[in-house]
């Protein structure tokens, strides 16, 4: 009901959307949720690309005086990688700017609050929680470790700064990330809207090869500590760790 809700609130407003730039992402991809975008299997996700090295990470740190205790996947989609993290023993919470995709996460997942980080007041009391990138509801420094697939190329080329400076207000050890440097693939759930609502939706707006992304988290305190090994077309994945000076704060 929620998602068939959301559909048709979007759709009353195509005529308005074929000739204005300024969409709502929202309710785009609120739209495209309610087609079965990203959902065609609630126990796949391009996110499962990235968990092999979160769970090195929790690994290695496992035995020191500070392991990893809290995670936080940005665009977490159907919930499928944050299922993952609490199986790997962390306290994990996720985030999307569709809150179709959040509806269909808090269902599909057991959304129990001692399972993840209770976001900033006023919020909903849930692992799952509707916003953007660029104002995530959580403290400064809430998490060990942030993880984020195939997200940021999704950010207007206006709200890439915020983004990169909320996602490293609220990591304080590690980031593990996977940015796609291509356009996106015209799948048929964006095609079907397209041609409703009578004009072209471009997804992946900041298109940009990994030292641009590498060079902006650098100056919030963040560097490229390893790269991760991906098929060609699914470029590209890395780990960045923060400076002592972030540590320490």
Known sequence: RVAA????????RGAAL???TRYDRTQVYDALYSRGYQVQSLNYSQSRLLLPAVGQLVLNQSGSSEP??????VGCSHGFAVSKLWEMGLHASGVDLSGVA???????RQDALER??????????S????GSVADLPWPSRAFDVTMSSDVLEHVPPELVDLAVAEMSRVTRRLMVLKISVRKEGRKPSLKALEEEIG???QLHETVKHTPFWIDKFSRHGFYL???IRTPGHLCCAFVLQANDSLLSS
């Open 199 to 201: 004009r072209h939706i």
């Open 116 to 125: 993840c980080v209770p976001p900033l007041p006023g919020r909903p009391a």
């Open 5 to 12: 809700r959301s559909l048709l609130q979007y759709m009353h």
């Open 18 to 20: 074929a000739h204005d």
């Open 102 to 108: 959040v509806s269909i996460a808090r269902k599909a």
């Open 68 to 73: 990893l205790r809290t995670a936080l996947d």
């Open 127 to 130: 692992c799952f929680l509707q």
């Open 225 to 227: 500590r390893s790269r």
